[in-house]
T-cell receptor, first 113, second 113 residues
Framework: NAGVTQTPKFQVLKTGQSMTLQCAQDMNHEYMSWYRQDPGMGLRLIHYSVGAGITDQGEVPNGYNVSRSTTEDFPLRLLSAAPSQTSVYFC????????????FGPGTRLLVL | EDQVTQSPEALRLQEGESSSLNCSYTVSGLRGLFWYRQDPGKGPEFLFTLYSAGEEKEKERLKATLTKKESFLHITAPKPEDSATYLCAVRPISSGSARQLTFGSGTQLTVLP
């Protein structure tokens, strides 16, 4: 199993540009989520999905869109990048159920100029 | 408000010098407490899940314990390869389908040869 994979590893954007961060998992996990990690703030939940076709907002959803057309993939879209979105983005997945553990991908480092 | 505080922020140990990392938490109800290891430029790597006070988990030189207000990660006879940032996270019962993890800011551990 490859686990949770993310692409690209690093991206530079100009303010106002759009892009999609890719996330895929091969563990047949129902639950997938996106976090951002900023210095001194810990990881914060952006959006999550409990299954194909079902998504919802997390703690910091503004400026981001998600969709879940398959169990395996959960892309994160930045509609109009802003410098405040400079961060490291992590995708995570887990089984559904009571005491599931979330497994994280390697991250995408994003710089918005 | 759910809160996780990790201490110390940074810890430097000599190889073989045992110590403990602390994770204090405040949640309305705990569904699970998670420990992750994060190496520079990588995603968080799952270590342990603890569910109830008194529970302990071990893996090689690491042992995690849980009380009603805090968790400790004990490192016995550490080696340089144990150097990393250790993250603590809680999943409150109130997180519902979001399964949102509330993370601490981490303890950066450096083990000197």
């Amino acid at each position: 199993n490859a686990g949770v994979t993310q692409t690209p590893k690093f991206q530079v954007l100009k303010t106002g540009q759009s892009m999609t961060l890719q996330c895929a998992q091969d563990m047949n996990h129902e639950y997938m989520s996106w976090y951002r990690q900023d210095p001194g703030m810990g990881l914060r939940l952006i959006h999550y999905s409990v299954g194909a076709g079902i998504t919802d907002q997390g703690e910091v959803p503004n400026g981001y869109n998600v969709s879940r057309s398959t169990t395996e993939d959960f892309p994160l879209r930045l509609l109009s990048a802003a410098p405040s979105q400079t961060s490291v983005y992590f995708c995570a997945s887990s089984f559904s159920g009571g005491r599931e553990t979330q497994y994280f991908g390697p991250g995408t480092r994003l710089l918005v100029l | 408000e759910d809160q996780v505080t990790q201490s110390p922020e940074a810890l430097r140990l000599q190889e073989g010098e045992s110590s403990s990392l602390n994770c204090s938490y405040t949640v309305s109800g705990l569904r699970g407490l998670f420990w992750y290891r994060q190496d520079p430029g990588k995603g968080p790597e799952f270590l342990f899940t603890l569910y109830s006070a008194g529970e302990e988990k071990e893996k090689e030189r690491l042992k995690a314990t849980l009380t009603k207000k805090e968790s400790f990660l004990h490192i016995t006879a550490p080696k340089p390869e144990d150097s990393a940032t250790y993250l603590c996270a809680v999943r409150p019962i109130s997180s519902g389908s979001a399964r949102q993890l509330t993370f601490g800011s981490g303890t950066q551990l450096t083990v000197l040869p």
